[in-house]
């Protein structure tokens, strides 16, 4: 007899043990809706590759077997009987629970089918005593509206029956967690209700390569063409737990399967400084270490790796018809990729989308901290720190939580919190899956909140502005505006908007957005490479000695400084192009003034002091010239692989401030000379409308290119001979002038006789509503704005669009 099992029997149930690959998603109630859909897929995707790790699972009537046989339900109604009279507190009542569970005798026979299907596994698999996986699955865990992170516990590295006993032991004592009591009676289940299964699955030797989490939308904005994987060294709980900031890839999932392309649109290379490991040592089965400066400074997966689990995340996703939360491992000793779990988003696809809101601050203060930004929301207050869970009874209800990390523990008090800051985790951790359901904001990762942030501080929390998010000292103003997308009215000129943020890339898609009309690609240049790209090609040149050592580390884990550019450009843009695919995406090549240009790292040694730069070596005339080719070249080479290598075909690329039209030939010539040739391959070549010139020679340049976009602000400036900058002439400068309309007008008419679009992306429509009701009035094929007044002007468009209608 094996110690903790009782062999007097109460009624034993038909089915105590069953194999996985047994199950079905239907079996929910049987084995809970982890064990169910590990089931599902082993027998429904197994033959398409999708390779998931053996095992079995003990059933929901093994659980109630267990306590009828101690007879344990009149005591565990007792426990929550006292704790909802407030005669007990949340922890009294769990810790009691847990123990009447943890001292009870396994019932013979349940013990008995645990072994006997732990021996049946590891003599399929030729292995003696298999190392095993030991995972709960409660009945009412990772349904389609109810699914929470880590409620239940995970056991890894379990090898031997008293272990694997043991194990089971303890995963049933795990159903009255406080975190689980918590969620059960905010969600209003019977705790008596819920059951437990335990899954047993063959550990994958993932301590040898690395395992992560993803998701197939992106856990941001609920935009369903992404798939996002992270990656971390070692087993799967440290980046579930959100203890390291972990690799993170996003891959245009309409493109996973098409072998002409390599669909990822972002490589972000996590810290990763820690790894838990298997341990054979003493009774803990696992230890955590600290990763090597190589894989520091190493992604956890190959291109091919992340494709393959993208295909599966796809596959999964149409199997269950619905967005997927989903845990995969590599082994490192064979190399292959595994699928561990499966579970319903339940956040982002629980949103209907029949409002979208946006946060904005009215103020700005100190920064005190920036991390990754998980949603888009701000909220203020007060911080309060917590170090250790040992201190979580003394957190402030409504305060923000500020810790240096969360785990399942950490729920109850996380549920009463304004927001989350932590100093270690990405976005798909822990605290940031959790933050999420609760629906409240968090900055992750921080590295140094609490060390930063002192406790009681007022703070505000900013999700609003992008991927980064920030900690502001004090109370900060801000507003909450609520777009009804359903109430939005059609029209029919081209709404489109401008961007150069790819953090922000997928923030709009629930609009009526009709593509990017300016997507700016020194905007990529100055925030996420920040290098000067003349200085990356000519290292040598560069003499200020603090630039070089800030480019060496921006460039550090690429084989070249021009790779480095070339490859950030390229992600950069494709993530953009990826949020509207198909519709297009407008990308200006770089038109930086040469004092801009000297901002960047490095930039000081290639640029020229300019008394006027609005009216020098700007936009078209840079391209051709010896003093910018090379960096031009590098421009170039991105597009292509934006274009060809990562697949997003809808990128129109234009050319700014062309001044002439042989300066338009040299530039279209340079472009030719590095694969970017008019037509081939679909590409459309653009032109900015902002000089008198262009105007004036329309039907010359509409020979040469594509379409227009005309940039108002330029136009303005040149026609009015009124410096956009000067306080002093603000009152002149005006794109309502006659002047400026009757040139637009003039434009718009002969470039649509050449057979040619036009459109605008300039500010003035959307800050008034006449010179809306102006384009539309002149038939222009599209507006592009900024996203924030995107819906201010549909609502000009439209009116404008019926008083035409009815003229």
């Not at 072998?259 to 972002?266: A, K, L």
């Not at 999964?316 to 082994?331: N, S, T």
């Not at 009874?393 to 304004?418: H, K, Q, Y």
């Not at 809306?772 to 599209?782: P, R, T």
Request: hydrophobic letters at 40%; proline letters at 4%.
């Amino acid at each position: 007899m094996i110690d903790g099992v009782a062999r007097d029997q109460a009624s034993q149930p038909a089915r105590l043990v069953v194999a996985l690959d047994e199950l079905r998603a239907t079996d929910v109630p049987l084995v809970g809706g982890k064990n169910a859909s590990l089931g599902e897929m082993l027998h429904e995707l197994k033959s398409q590759g999708i390779r998931v790790p053996d095992g079995f699972a003990t059933t929901a009537d093994a659980y109630r077997y267990l306590l009828s046989a101690a007879d344990l339900g009149g005591q565990i109604a007792e426990a929550i009987g006292a704790m909802r009279g407030g005669r007990a507190t949340l922890a009294d009542t769990g810790e009691a629970i847990r123990m009447h569970l943890l001292e009870a005798d396994l019932p013979g026979p349940l013990a008995d089918a645990i072994v006997g299907a732990y021996r049946d596994l590891g003599r399929r698999h030729g292995i003696a005593r298999p190392s095993v996986a030991v995972r709960s699955s409660a009945t009412a865990e990772d349904l389609p509206d109810a699914s929470f992170a880590g409620q239940q516990e995970t056991f890894l590295n379990v090898r031997g029956e008293r272990a694997l006993l043991e194990a089971c032991r303890r995963c049933y004592a795990s159903l009255f967690t406080n975190r689980a009591i918590s969620y059960r009676e905010a969600k209003g289940f019977d705790h008596q209700s819920v059951a437990l299964s335990i899954g047993v699955q063959l550990m994958v030797r993932s301590d040898l390569a690395g395992s992560g989490v993803m998701f197939t939308l992106d856990p941001e904005t609920g935009f369903p063409n992404v798939a996002v994987v992270s990656a971390a060294w070692g087993l799967g709980e440290t980046v579930v737990q959100g203890s390291v900031d972990p690799d993170i890839f996003t891959v245009f999932k309409p493109l996973a399967n098409d072998s002409r392309f390599v669909p990822i649109v972002e490589h972000k290379l996590g810290a990763k400084a820690q790894k838990m490991i298997f341990h054979q040592g003493g009774s803990a089965r696992t230890k955590t270490v600290d990763t090597s400066r190589i894989e520091r400074a190493s992604f956890v997966l190959n291109d091919a790796e992340v494709l393959q689990l993208t295909r599966w995340a796809v596959l999964i996703e149409q199997h269950y018809g619905r967005p997927m939360d989903i845990e995969w491992a590599k082994d490192g000793e064979t190399q292959e990729l595994f699928i561990v779990q499966a579970r319903p988003e339940t956040v982002q696809s629980a949103r209907r989308g029949e409002v979208v809101r946006t946060w904005h601050l009215k103020e700005k203060g100190p920064v005190l901290t920036t991390g990754a930004a998980v949603g888009d929301m701000i909220c203020s207050g007060e911080a309060c720190i917590i170090r250790s869970p040992a201190d979580i009874g003394s957190f402030r209800d409504g305060s923000i939580l500020v810790a240096e990390t969360t785990d399942p523990d950490w729920v109850p008090i996380m549920r009463r919190a304004a927001g989350i800051i932590t100093d270690h985790g990405g976005t798909t951790s822990h605290a940031a899956i959790v933050s999420r359901e609760l629906g409240v904001p968090a900055v992750v990762g921080t590295g140094d909140a609490t060390s930063l942030i002192a406790d009681g501080a007022e703070i505000t929390l900013s999700c609003g502005e992008g991927d980064i998010g920030k900690v502001y000292a004090g109370e900060l103003a801000y507003t909450i505006d609520e777009i009804a997308v359903a109430d939005l009215p059609h029209v029919h000129t081209e709404l489109m908007i401008n961007s150069g943020d790819p953090a922000q890339a997928f923030r709009w898609w629930r609009l009526p957005i009709q593509g990017v009309g300016l997507a700016r690609m020194e905007f990529i240049v100055s925030t996420l490479i920040k290098v000067h790209p003349m200085a990356l090609i000519h290292p040598d040149q560069v003499t200020d000695e603090n630039d070089r050592r800030a480019i060496d580390r921006l460039i550090a884990g690429h084989s070249s400084g021009a790779d480095f550019f070339v490859e950030t450009l390229a992600s950069g843009i494709a993530k953009i192009a990826a949020g509207q695919m198909p519709k297009p995406v407008i990308v200006r090549l770089s038109d930086f003034k040469t004092n801009e240009y000297r901002h960047l790292l490095g930039g000081a040694a290639f640029e020229p002091v300019e008394a006027n730069p609005m009216l020098g070596f700007r936009g078209a005339s840079r391209y051709a010239h010896p003093r910018y080719r090379d960096g031009f070249a590098l421009e170039c080479r991105a597009l292509r692989r934006a274009r060809e290598k990562l697949g997003m075909t809808n990128i129109i690329v234009m050319v700014p401030f062309c001044r002439t039209i042989m300066e338009a030939e040299a530039v279209l010539a340079e472009m030719s000379r590095h694969g970017l040739e008019r037509s081939d391959g679909g590409l459309q070549i653009y032109m900015m409308c902002e000089i008198p010139s262009n105007v004036v020679l329309a039907e010359e340049f509409s020979q040469r290119f594509d379409g227009f976009s005309i940039g108002s602000n330029d136009l303005t400036q040149l026609v009015l001979g009124a410096d956009r900058d000067s306080d002093l002439l603000s009152t002149l400068f005006d794109e309502r002038d006659p002047a400026v309309l009757r040139t637009i007008s003039d434009f718009i008419r002969r470039a649509h006789a050449a057979g040619r679009k036009v459109g605008i992306c300039g500010q003035a429509p959307s800050d008034h509503p006449e010179f809306a009701a102006f384009l539309v009035g002149e038939k222009i094929d599209s507006i592009s704005l900024n996203p924030d007044s995107f819906v201010r002007t549909l609502g000009h468009v439209a009116k404008a669009e019926a008083t035409f209608a009815g003229a």
